[in-house]
């Protein structure tokens, strides 16, 4: 029965609570909001206030105090966030209300929403908003008389029940959202639609209230249409220059969220495979190919394009609700008829109760895409296009437009700071190492003079004294032809080699004097010297050290601030340093009086937070350091783009001169660095503290970067050319000078005619303008003293990003390998190889259409991915993907278009990089070139022409000339030079267009002549015309040709032939990536081949047995290493430019082609290949700069010896432990060197270098972390250095016999018997008896039979004492059948002979019993048998002879009784022999078992003869009480060694003495033994000395100044010869 009041809400049988809960908390709510205002209202008359003209949370925050912190943003946003968002929060509902219920009904909501955003402007739509509240209120409660439906009472059905008229099913229905009786409307979705009526109605009064005076003074103004701001500032502040936390957000949301809005629109449509997204990824393209140009444009045309990607978003939204009638309704027939259509559109009903998803997952070809349905990633899409619409309607982001339009016109600023940069450093390393080389010669022709006056007095006097005053004597009076004679004795290479004498090192003062003067730094306290001096002292001792410096720096600070304000005298200055004084003392009164272990622990603690602290300000010094060149550019670009954005902001227009106001003007012949004090000492971009000896190694100094180790920024220019900038900041040549000695340098600058002659003007790098600026900007100033105040980790976190900004161009290689690994395909390959071969290879910097070209191709193979992702094509169907799971030449996988779930995931990354990189570039003026290259161009060209008119007026002084044909000329020429550059433009159009120029040309040419020959001769034009047509394609495919040829040509030959050669030395790195290579292929062996899954190289090797793809593999890395030290040797660009590349080629087709074919794997399957590849690419990646940069003119000494660290020294001494690695590399080195020594000086040398490059890392260490004098070693020291060396000298010495107990007792594996045989022999004669006991007739001791065991021998100390030894574990009782496994067959002959020997024998008979034992050896273990017997005599005339006699002759039935003949217990050991325990058998033979021995007969045949019985023998225990059949022996199992130590165990404790102990004693005993003997060149105070002179060996070989190399090593011999040479040369220099 229905009852009718449910229709009307009145239930019955219901709790009254649970009936009336929701009125009782409406009403609640109610009471509530009536005393609130109740309340107010009581206030505000008790207090006479007046009532606030709008009701906020926050009195007087209005939006004035909006811009002015974080705290006043957020409460602004808490009381007006409707009033400024409420527009958006009702789209954002009316999206929500389309996303929850996705019927028919919500059709209505999407038109209003498409007609309401089509109004487009805020008062449109303001007009409009009443009429669709007024909708809202009717459509509701429309929706709410549907839900509530006729009374049931009535009984009369709906005619869309009526079947007979409308076929209609419950889904229609509940689509349609229509009243039925079987499925009633689901009212609760009318909850979604009140909230945006709700909001709705709040936001008509918002539109309402916003056009009040009292609203728009204290809330702002709701407009959308900026006013053009040339006649007034911007009413907001800058916060492009951030100065506080809030300006920070402020960029995050104004200029970064553009980009993280496009990141969202990508994401959205990759997330569905659907048509409609594809025209979110195509939107998305677009826009980031658009970038800042879009966001410069006025604000009508960014509006414009913005709203057409809302409206399409829209679009989106309303098309899939209108879809959702048939992925609801009809899906059933839908995936049977027209699966297609749920492929191409992603259909799938995201509302449940239309259908069982269980019912539908059955047709694996035609799967529902559950994942990708619904409206989620729309609406997300939706908030972020509207948030970012508002965005680009704030006043804020006029900021934006303004800064990114002066970065417009920075275009070109970057090159010029960078090349300058690059020009500075390599003219000042180029001019050390001539100074240096020069300082060397003028050295060695001190040395030859000193030879010619020696060897001239050499014959008169034999004592030195004499040879010095005999060639004084005859120095004089020597002539012409004798000074060219003097050095023939010293022909002979053998005698330069043995010619060393003291005289040689008499001109070293003067060296030392002339050598360049190193400026000492004070460095900050590291982390490790704060630790190390904690260690030396104390921790409290050591904070109060750094305390005491850091009140030092602070009063130098202070000095320096007071000397900058005013000239006064210092009071101040002493005033501050005596109460720090006072304090210090304090303190140390307060530590003396209180030093107990509770503050030691907190000095320890608050010691390891300092040192905490002092590591993280050492990270960010140390990123600071690598990212200076970047920040000084950009600090550069940063101030200027301030002026820029100021002078554009109003108006006024912009030249060169309005830059080059900022600096002061640098006047010729001075240089920067000598006005400025001593702020110029510090060293430029490129680090130039470092000496000209160390300088072919750095970065810095390769002429490619400044800091970038993999980047080239900047073009090289001629060093002869003139170049300018865009600002006319010229200075002279002796820029070049910054540090180091300025006036040395000058120096031999003069001495060098060639250069002084030629002077290079050059651009000012960024920090010569730092320095040069005289106008200071508050809003700057006050951005950098924001920076300054944050906290340590801050700092840490903005280094770091720094850090990776001015290196996103690694950041964009490495996301593009990482994609590559990830994908393994051929779509993806192409990158990876433009990226080796074309961007790492560009001189001087990847151009603008490398990256357009990755970045077009990363748009276009998401597209094509995208597309082969829609499951209607044949190969992405589900049988032909299961039947090609795993083949890794599957078509669609190896091409890159498989479709799976992350398909797309690493290129958003991949393309997020890479626009990220382009706006770095932009910003930074590093994007587009070529308009410094035209104003260069266009420079070049006046000078020239200024040239020639000097010219030309010198010319008309000689020989006067009219006067008025001069200028024509002149004009002429210029026109001429201005045209150049457009010719230029149109050269590669001319060649293009050329062929079919002159073809048109022969055309009209025969035309003209055909009107006047007669027709018979058409025949021949007819094959002339052809000859034309072919004429005119050969003219295009040459100019095709000759278009695509030519760049690659200049490419090629701008690597070749740089204008500019910076040599760099990155072979360290390089080898360090090949030796990681061939370690992954020792250790990854398994991965290279088809079925060595299981594989192990060791086991493998073992055998005997090279598998083919590991040695292919060895040989090719092992060739790769040998052939780069060769071309590195050789310093050939163009082999190393070939062998690059002949492998980018050749390892991208093996690994990506070959190996997936030999290994059956997939290359993204393959982890170890992976590795591979990876360090591989990073080898490439080091192969193309070194190829870019070209090899260093010198390469002096090993890679590992450029530093003395802790670090170097360690590599190098690991270096000089790999076998063969020495030899080899000196082998090599000698081989492909110009050299005059032998092998073996060779060898002299560079072991001389080694030992002098050690004992140097010693004195730097030395120096760094030194020793207070007088001070004991630390208890810690002695106990853990001296303990730890006495701990290891014991275990050395005890080692054999501990390590035999371990393996017994700890480490040992018990290894049970597997079969257990026992014999028994009558003398030679054929056994008796003989059984075997395996498997379960072995049973293993239980600890309930070790305790009756225990029991049984508790009174006898020896036996528990054995028994103790082992465990139950170890102990198994083999029981052993009695009767015989194997008839007896023995021949009659035999037997009688043995019968007769039994009875009548006159000597003994033996009885053999023997036991052997058999153990598994792959458990452990060298011994897999062992056995022994036990042998009685039977004596003539023993009763034991003849019962046994008469058992053969067949008279006695009965047993024979043998005494004492079967030991119970047995020890198996290790070795071969099993004794029987002599603890549990004391009385040895007496305890064995008494055995019966008896002879069972059974007739198989007729007669009396032994072949007519079958005869076996049985062996009983005598006396037995149960089981007499069985024997049970008890077998007491050793452990033995585990296969991982039984190289060790087999060797046995004596044999693991002579082996082992006494090798390793020998070894040991080098370490404490023969020392006095290397004292003398060990234990050298200064090295300097003699490192130089090895360097200088090097530098003059590579030089080519063998000669000198001779008489250098000479030198080098002698001091190693003379002892007190050494002493004078290794004293430590004052």
Known sequence: PVDPANWFGIRKGFPNLGYIQNHLQVLLILIFEAIVYRHQEYYHTLYQLLPPVMETVFKDVSHEQLDQGVLSCIRYFINYFFYKFGLEICFLLMVNVIGQRMNFMVIFHGCWLVVILTRRKRCHIARLWPKYCVFLVIFLLFQYLLCLGIPPALCIDYPWRWNHFIPVNSALIKWMYLPDFYVPPNSTHLIADFLLLLCAAQQWKVFTDEKKEEWYTIAGENTDELEPLTDRPNPVPNFINCRSYLDMLKVVVFRYLFWFVLAVVFVTGATRISIFGLGYLLACFYLLLMGTSMLRKPVHMRLALWDCLILYNVTVIVSKNMLALLSCVFVQSMQNNFCWVIQLFSLVCTVRGYYNPRDLDKDR?????????????DSICFFFLLLQRRVFLSYYFLHVTADLRASALQASRGFELVRASIVKNMSFYQEAEKKSLAQLKRQMERIRAKQQKYHQGRPSSPTR??????????????????????????LDHASVLHSGEYYLFESDSEEEEERMLEEEKSAKQSAFQLAYQAWVTNAKAALKERHRQKREQQRAEQDVKEKEKTEGPDGTGEQLVEPSGETEVQEEEEFAGRSNILHRILNILKFFWVLFLTMVDGLTQWLGTLTKHHINMSTVLWVERYVLTQKLSKGDTVNRKTLDDLYEASQDGETPSTETGSQAVTPEESGMDRGPMDSQNSAASSGCEGEDVLSSPVDYTDATTPVTTGYNTRTNSEDQVVDMGAQQVMESLQECPEIVGHPMSRTRTASELLLKR?????????SEQFYKSQSRFLKLILAFSKFIAAHSELLCYFIIIVNNMVTGSVISLFLPILVFLWAMLSIPRPSKRFWMTAIVYTEVMVVIKYLFQFGFFPWNSYAILVRSDGKPYFPPRILGLEKTDSYIKYDLVQLMALFFHRSLLMCYGLWDHQDYEVEAKKKKEEEEEQHATDEGQTARELEPLPEEPMPVEHQLKQDEQKSRGSRLRFRKKRKKTGGREVADTIVATHETVKQQEPKEKRKVKAKRRLKTVGAKCQGCCLSMAQCMFQPVKRFFYNILHPKYRAATDVYVLMFLADVIDFVIIIFGFWAFGKHSAAADIASTLSEDQVPEAFLVMLLIQFATMVIDRALY??????????????LVFGIHLWMFFILPAVTERMFNMNTVAQLWYFVKCIYFALSAYQIRCGYPTRILGNFLTKKYNHINLFLFQGFRLVPFLVELRAVMDWVWTDTTLSLSNWMCVEDIYANIFIIKCSRETEKKYPQPKGQKKKKIVKYGMGGLIILFLICIIWFPLLFMSLVRSVVGVVNHPIDVTVTLQLGGYEPLFAVSAQQQSIQSFTAQDYETLTYEFERQP?????????????????????SSGALWSISPPSREQMRKELQNGSADITLHFTWRFQRDLAKGGTEEYTSEKHTK????????????????????????????????????????????????QPDEEESYLNLEVQLKREKIGDGTSTSSFLEWWVVRLKNCVSDCNILPMVIFNDKVSPPSLGFLAGYGIMGLYVSIVLVIGKFVRGFFSEISHSIMFEELPCVDRILKLCQDIFMVRETGELELEEELYAKLIFLYRSPETMIKWTREKE
């Open 774 to 782: 005289h106008f200071y900007f508050e809003e700057l100033e006050e």
């Open 365 to 377: 070809d035609c799967m529902l895409p559950v994942e990708e349905a619904g409206i989620i990633w």
């Open 1358 to 1378: 020896s036996a528990m004492q054995f028994i103790t030894l082992y465990s139950y574990e170890d102990i198994v009782t083999a029981r052993i059948e009695g």
């Open 465 to 490: 004294d004499s040879e010095h005053d005999g060639a004084e004597q005859s120095g004089k009076e020597e002539t012409s032809k004798q000074k060219t004679k003097w050095w023939r004795p010293w």
């Open 1129 to 1142: 040797l050789r310093k050939t660009v163009l082999g190393k430019l070939i062998f690059q590349v002949f």
């Open 1433 to 1480: 005599d039977l004596e003539p005339g023993s009763p034991v002879r003849a019962e046994l006699a008469e058992l053969l002759q067949g008279t006695l039935d009965q047993p024979v009784t043998v005494p004492h003949l079967f030991p119970k217990y047995i020890r198996a050991p290790n070795g071969p022999t099993a004794n029987p325990v002599k603890q549990l």
